[in-house]
Structures are given as structure tokens and as C-alpha cells.
């Protein structure tokens, strides 16, 4: 009766781990299934911009289009005094300038971009200027920003001078592009420009809009590779030391020099 016992309490327990591995494979199968539905209806992340690695000569460039959102000074009026009718004077204060993003404009293709570039470059030869002057003429207006824009732009190109290059090859960045859209494309109304022309202050004309505090600044970088060693160049910094080899071997001879004089002392000298 024992025994019968023993057997029935042995078929129970193997029942219930069979019944509990039952369900972890249930479990699994059904996990596994939940997976392949996300990976294909999740969609693929494309990767940065990368140039073929059988690419020569031209087909090495890149462009890249990149967002400054840029705020103005701000200036307030702090305090005044005023007497008989007539402010006698004025206590202003100025908040500088401050970038709010940088952020790269992946939304386009080469084939865009350099559209884009094309078109930028035509509506200048429009004006009635020559082709030839649209580099200074993209330098002058580089020059004339703020400093706080000019800035981020010179560590932009530098960044990614530094990510692009490395001891075999040296790929330089450099800016071919500089639209203004004073306040960004908020609405559907096309941006206004604000005139410099004497004539927008007569009282016949047409008013403008008020300047608006943000103004966003698209460029584009052209990435192109100027210089290759197959051999590789060395690397250094601020704290190199360009001649360690040289000292190492001087101190390791001094020290050679020293330990033989001492072993010299101690054996003729010390009695």
C-alpha cells in the first residue's frame, strides 16, 4: 500500500513539471512570435550618409544640411525718470544672444541638397552678379553675423573635421551655403524679408512685419577628402612629449652610469 503510494505521488510530480514546461514553451513560442510582428512592421533606421568605399576622385564629397536656430539680443527698458512731461533718462538692459539648436536636416538626399546649392547659386547670378563672386559673397554675409552664430559654425565645421579625419586621411569641411529665414516657417505664409530700401519709411508704402526674436540659419557643409597617407601621420597634442624616446634612453644610461660607479665604490673603497 506504501509503495502504491510512493508511485501515485512520483506520477503527480513528474505530471506537473511536465505541465510547467508545457507552459514555458508555450510561453517562448508565443514571445518569439510577438517578436518577428515587431521586427517587420518596425521600420529601418537608414545610416548616416556614407560614400562607397570604391569611390574616387568627386564621388568622395558630401553634403550635409544643417538647422542654426539663432535668438536675438533682447533689450528691455529697467527703469526711467521722468519729470514735467520729459524722461530725463533711461536705465536699459540687454540680454545677449544665445544659439537654441543645432541640429542636423537629414529630411533631403545628395541629389536635394545639391539641388538646393544649384538653385541658391542661380537666383544669385539673377541679381546680375557673376558666378564667380558667390564664395565672397557667402564670406561677406558669414561675416556680418553675429558672433554667437559665427562661432557655432566654426565649431561645427571643426567637429566634424575632427570625426571625418584620421591618420590615414584628412577631410576638410567647409560651408557652401547660408540661407536666412528670419522667425522660421511657423505658418503657411511665405517669409518676409526685411528691406533695407530707404523707401519702406515713406508713408505710402507697404508696412512690414516686426522683426521677429528667432531667426533660423540653413547651411550646408560640403565634406571633401584633401590629403592621404597610406603610411599614416603621428598624432600629438598640448602634452606630447615629441622626444620621450630620446630622454628615456639618456636617463636609462645615466642610471647604467650610476649603478657601475656605486658598485665600483663599494667594492675598491668600502673596506
Not at 577628402?225 to 597610406?230: I, L, M, S
Request: charged share 30%.
Amino acid at each position: 500500500m506504501r509503495r502504491t503510494e510512493e508511485i501515485r505521488v512520483w506520477h503527480i510530480r513528474q505530471t506537473t513539471v511536465g505541465i510547467h514546461i508545457a507552459r514555458i514553451w508555450h510561453a517562448k513560442q508565443e514571445s518569439c512570435k510577438l517578436r518577428s510582428l515587431r521586427t517587420d512592421f518596425t521600420p529601418r533606421l537608414t545610416p548616416h550618409s556614407q560614400v562607397p568605399v570604391n569611390a574616387s576622385g568627386e564621388n568622395k564629397s558630401v553634403l550635409e544640411s544643417w538647422i542654426i536656430t539663432y535668438h536675438a539680443p533682447e533689450t528691455k527698458l529697467a527703469g526711467w525718470y521722468q519729470w514735467l512731461g520729459i524722461c530725463w533718462w533711461r536705465r536699459i538692459e540687454i540680454e545677449g544672444a544665445h544659439i537654441l539648436a543645432v541640429v542636423p536636416n537629414v529630411h533631403f538626399s545628395q541629389d536635394e541638397i545639391a539641388a538646393e546649392c544649384a538653385g541658391d547659386k542661380a537666383q544669385y547670378v539673377a541679381r546680375g552678379k557673376p558666378s564667380s563672386g558667390y564664395a565672397a559673397d557667402l564670406e561677406r554675409r558669414l561675416r556680418k553675423l553675429d558672433w554667437a552664430v559665427q562661432d557655432e559654425i566654426y565649431d561645427l565645421i571643426n567637429d566634424r573635421i575632427q570625426s571625418s579625419s584620421n591618420a590615414f586621411r584628412r577631410r576638410d569641411w567647409k560651408l557652401v551655403m547660408l540661407t536666412k529665414i528670419p522667425g522660421g516657417e511657423m505658418t503657411d505664409a511665405p517669409t518676409q524679408h526685411r528691406s533695407r530700401s530707404v523707401l519702406r519709411k515713406l508713408p505710402f508704402c507697404k508696412p512690414r512685419l516686426p522683426k521677429m526674436p528667432i531667426t533660423e540659419y540653413r547651411l550646408v557643409l560640403r565634406g571633401t577628402e584633401t590629403k592621404a597617407n597610406n603610411n599614416g601621420w603621428a598624432s600629438h597634442n598640448r602634452y606630447s612629449r615629441p622626444w620621450r624616446d630620446v630622454d628615456e634612453k639618456e636617463l636609462g644610461e645615466v642610471k647604467l652610469r650610476r649603478r657601475d660607479s656605486q658598485f665600483v665604490s663599494d667594492k675598491f673603497v668600502n673596506f
